[in-house]
């Protein structure tokens, strides 16, 4: 079904959104999207160090957990 639009389609589509809600409103909606995406970036980036730092500090923090009775038998 989508398939089948073309550009003169989009372009009535474009041209029934910017009369139904003006110029204003979409210039604002599309500054809130920008916002909302740099949003997700930063989120992800902040997200993915959170997890580089926790795997390090895991590393780092191993310990020994052998029985005591096991551990002069090694």
């Known amino acids: 079904?989508?398939?089948?639009?073309?550009?003169?389609?989009?372009?009535?589509?474009?041209?029934?959104?910017l009369v139904l809600f003006g110029r204003g409103k979409i210039s604002s909606l599309m500054g809130e999207v920008?916002?909302?995406?740099?949003?997700?970036?930063?989120?992800?980036?902040e997200g993915s160090k959170e997890l580089e730092d926790e795997s390090k500090s895991a590393v780092d923090e191993a310990r020994d957990v052998t029985p005591a009775d096991q551990k002069d038998k090694a």
């Not at 989508?2 to 029934?16: C, E, H, M, R, T």
């Not at 916002?35 to 992800?44: A, L, M, Q, R, Y």
């Open 34 to 45: 920008g916002k909302g995406i740099t949003s997700f970036k930063k989120g992800v980036a």
């Open 1 to 17: 079904m989508l398939n089948n639009i073309g550009l003169p389609g989009l372009l009535l589509i474009a041209v029934v959104v």
